[in-house]
């Protein structure tokens, strides 16, 4: 019901679509990345095919990882960029949730409605919980209960310091 898609390194519009296109092209044993990643097809036409796409497969969700990788020059700016996530967003008509470092940030920085234009539910920053932090005990406990073993433990304060330890408080 969903895609994954990796933001190719130092990547443009035109890459990150193709990239969209070799997702399904994975998953469906087609070839839309050949047949629209040809030289010369134009932006619009993307976005038209995957919106196309999308339609004609029930996409539910399209999730860009590693964002930040997007390259704002080759992509011709902010402000074009904004504006291809907006139509892109309008047409698919599937929410579209972007996941990257706070890298990723800068571009949509600088203007009010750009945080709009995050998404419609807004931005939200996971942030590195403190080891003493209420949240980060509401965490352990909540996510301990989910030990999928045949013989679970209880999670003690020696547990919770060493998971503390290999994640640094970061909930990812």
Known sequence: VYICVDMPHDASRSALCLEIFRQFDDLLETNYAQQYGRKGVKIDD???AIATISANHMLGAIIIDEFQNLNIGKSGGKEAIL????YLANIVKVPIIK???PAALRIFSGQFRSSRRAGTSGLIEIQQHRQDSEAWEYLMKAAWRYQWVKDPLKLSASLQN??????LGIPF
Request: aromatic content about 18%; glycine content about 6%.
């Open 162 to 167: 060493t998971l503390y330890q290999l994640s």
């Open 83 to 86: 504006n291809f996530f907006d």
């Open 46 to 48: 993307m976005q038209q």
């Open 99 to 101: 996941i990257g470092t």
